[in-house]
């Protein structure tokens, strides 16, 4: 893990915050948890009825990012077993929202790529999400939004990091 000293973050006003103390913290936290239950609130409502979970969102929303992404760079992006994605993978094909194709490169390889019923749910899905973050956005402004950018980065291992960064690099040449 990252040192958590290694990027201060500056905010709330003129308090320098290198030195928290562990109820401020604590408080960020906490912030963590409800952001995530209201991020998550919205795309769980949407699945509800549908006999999906979190983990079929997540791999959705990987393979809609990246068309043809193999089965096993979606493992290494989730970091969850090969036993987990099986049983996720093997839900969404059967029920027609994720395809599987043979590697054009190595015919040992599985690509994968969402169907046209599996790309409207995950654009459901996504939308609600993309909505609550840009609202939030706006209200907090640029710099806020830099900062929250740069204490994400700063939580993330080593592996998460490389490929967060890999992804926008390509992101940025499409």
Partial sequence: MKNPTANPVIGQGAENLL?????QIRGGIEAFFFAYRAFTSDPDEILEGM??????????????RKPGLTVSDLLDILGVTKQSLNRVLRTLLKDGLVESRVGQRDRRERQLFLSETGAALEKRLSEAQRARVRAAYRAAGPQAVAGFRQVLEAMMDEAGARRFREMRRQDAAE
């Fill in 51 to 64: 006999d999906y979970g979190r983990a079929h969102h997540r791999a959705m929303h990987f393979i809609a």
């Fill in 19 to 23: 030195f928290l103390t562990d109820e």
